[in-house]
């Protein structure tokens, strides 16, 4: 399994802009790799997904995030972006990055806090 490391949560106000980073152990764009993404958890439910992108560049977003939120990819640093823009209150959560591998092992990062609030 990598090791992964989330950063960039925070406080913010709605309307406002967050830029979560994700960065790796090891390199989670080699051919081992088949997707990474961005999931999240509010308190009392359970982990959603919230924007992937799979190797061959597919990208995926949870309908109550598209056109908000970009996932982004620095192949030469190794991290995996989340911009997330005109967050909402609901977007609250904790926010794990994940990275798949083919042979189906998952792996994730502990987490950063994003809260959306006035």
């Known amino acids: 399994q990598v090791q992964l490391a989330e950063s960039g949560g925070g406080l913010v106000q709605p309307g406002g802009s967050l830029r979560l980073s994700c960065t790796g152990s090891?390199?989670?764009?080699?051919?081992?790799?088949?997707?990474v993404g961005w999931y999240r958890q509010a308190p009392g439910k359970q982990r959603e997904l919230v924007a992937t992108?799979?190797?061959?560049?597919?990208?995926t977003y949870a309908d109550d995030v598209k056109g908000r939120f970009a996932i982004s990819r620095d192949t030469a640093n190794n991290i995996v972006y989340l911009q997330m823009n005109n967050l909402k209150p609901e977007d609250t959560a904790v926010y794990f990055c994940?990275?798949?591998?083919?042979?189906?092992?998952?792996?994730w990062g502990p987490g950063t806090q994003v809260t959306v609030s006035s």
């Open positions: 090891i390199n989670v764009f080699t051919s081992e790799f088949n997707a």
């Open positions: 992108r799979t190797r061959p560049g597919t990208t």
């Open positions: 994940n990275a798949k591998t083919y042979a189906g092992i998952n792996s």
